[in-house]
């Protein structure tokens, strides 16, 4: 069966330190990656997506920016952390199951990592 | 760009009560999941609907998927206080080219079930 390892849990950064989260995937063969934000418990703000290695889009302009080193893994980073950037980090995978014109698909989610810039 | 909205922003219900929520879209989506939150966790997919019209049950859960494609409605039936928590649907365009692999999510309805 498919998996979803999200790591760290949670994470206390200084403003100004660098950050790399990772995301790795196991159980299924090129799946699309994704990076959401949850600020506040509500709301899922699309980061980056991914739909294969080194394939990376980005969704809105920010401090972060994100890598797809290998097929399953996932990596968001930054080099110098903003205040701005504390918040809820979840990690997805998705796989299309296309049949002609009817595409579908479920995403699954990982645990999250609580990051919190002080 | 897309966008769902999602309704109502929060319910607080007694137990043994049923639950309604929707989403609408200003814009169709071949693909509609709803997924819950607990507090801390990532979101668990409840429910997956890709016809329009299809009609979905999972245990006491039932979802459907508007004829128009712009939009779905999921109902809890006999709500338990593990109920509570955050919903969120989801819409996704599918189809070729990467963009149309995104999932647009509305902004959650936050259950809260009084025992």
């Known amino acids: 069966s498919q998996t979803i390892h999200q790591w760290p849990a949670t994470l206390v950064q200084p403003v100004g330190s660098p950050l790399s989260l990772e995301c790795t995937v196991e159980?299924?063969?090129?799946?699309?990656l994704y990076w959401y934000r949850q600020a506040a418990g509500r709301g899922l703000q699309l980061l980056f997506y991914s739909v294969g290695i080194g394939q990376i889009s980005s969704e809105v302009p920010q401090n972060l920016s994100a890598s797809r080193p290998q097929d399953r893994q996932f990596i968001l980073s930054s080099k110098k952390l903003l205040l701005s950037d504390s918040g809820f980090y979840l990690c997805a995978w998705s796989v299309i199951y296309g049949e002609r014109y009817q595409w579908d698909t479920e995403a699954f989610f990982g645990q999250g990592t609580r990051l919190t810039v002080v | 760009g897309q966008q769902l909205n999602q309704s109502p922003q929060s319910m607080f219900i007694q137990e043994g009560e049923d639950v309604s929520m929707n989403c609408t879209s200003s814009s169709i989506f071949n693909t509609w999941l709803w997924y819950k939150q607990d507090p801390g966790e990532g979101p668990v997919l409840l429910i997956a609907?890709?016809?329009?019209?299809e009609l979905t049950s999972n245990g006491r859960l039932t979802a459907q998927f508007g004829i128009t494609r712009k939009d779905s409605f999921l109902n809890i039936s006999a709500s338990i206080p593990s109920d509570v928590g955050i919903y969120f649907c989801a819409g996704q365009l599918g189809g070729s080219g990467g963009s149309n692999y995104k999932l647009t999510f509305g902004k959650g309805t936050l259950l809260t079930v009084n025992p």
């Open positions: 609907l890709y016809k329009a019209g």
């Open positions: 159980g299924t063969s090129n799946p699309n």
